[in-house]
């Protein structure tokens, strides 16, 4: 796998997208709270990966199935970032599977399910939905 191959590498940063850079970097000046749900990331090189992915410094929460026990698309997980800082109905849940999208939704997540034939599409509706509250993304 090409991702998996970037992000072992000397410069993991390379397999980050672009797009997700740049979607990141608008949230953050909006100053709108950013969070990770995961199953795997922490599973390449565990605590160190997160030193090494430098855009993760812009997330407040890092919520990772190694410390909680529970997988997406288990219902509870979406709970630990609600629990965390923000409303589901408040946030924006991105991802590449359908079946995460599928529960994220019936906790109350906005969702957005992600293209990776079509990045620049999918970060662009995250922005759009977080527009759309009190916070405008500009």
């Known amino acids: 796998n090409h991702f998996v191959n970037r992000i072992r590498s000397n410069d993991p940063n390379s397999a980050t997208l672009?797009?997700?850079l740049a979607a990141i970097?608008?949230?953050?000046?909006?100053?709108?709270?950013?969070a990770?749900?995961?199953n795997e990331l922490l599973l390449f090189d565990g605590v160190e990966m997160r030193k090494?992915?430098?855009f993760l410094d812009f997330f407040n929460t890092l919520v990772h199935?190694?410390?909680t026990g529970i997988l997406n698309p288990d219902p509870r997980a979406y709970g630990f970032v609600a629990d965390a800082w923000v409303a589901p109905?408040?946030?924006v849940f991105l991802d590449d599977q359908i079946k995460n999208i599928k529960y994220a939704d019936e906790s109350?997540?906005?969702?957005v399910l992600f293209d990776m034939?079509?990045?620049a599409v999918s970060y662009a509706e995250v922005l759009a939905l977080l527009g759309r509250g009190q916070n405008r993304i500009c």
Request: some cysteine; charged content about 30%; overall charge negative.
């Open 117 to 119: 034939c079509a990045p």
């Open 18 to 20: 672009p797009e997700a």
């Open 25 to 34: 970097n608008r949230v953050d000046a909006a100053d709108l709270k950013l």
């Open 89 to 91: 109905e408040e946030s």
């Open 52 to 54: 090494k992915l430098t």
């Open 36 to 38: 990770v749900l995961s």
């Open 108 to 111: 109350g997540m906005q969702t």
């Open 65 to 67: 199935a190694i410390d």
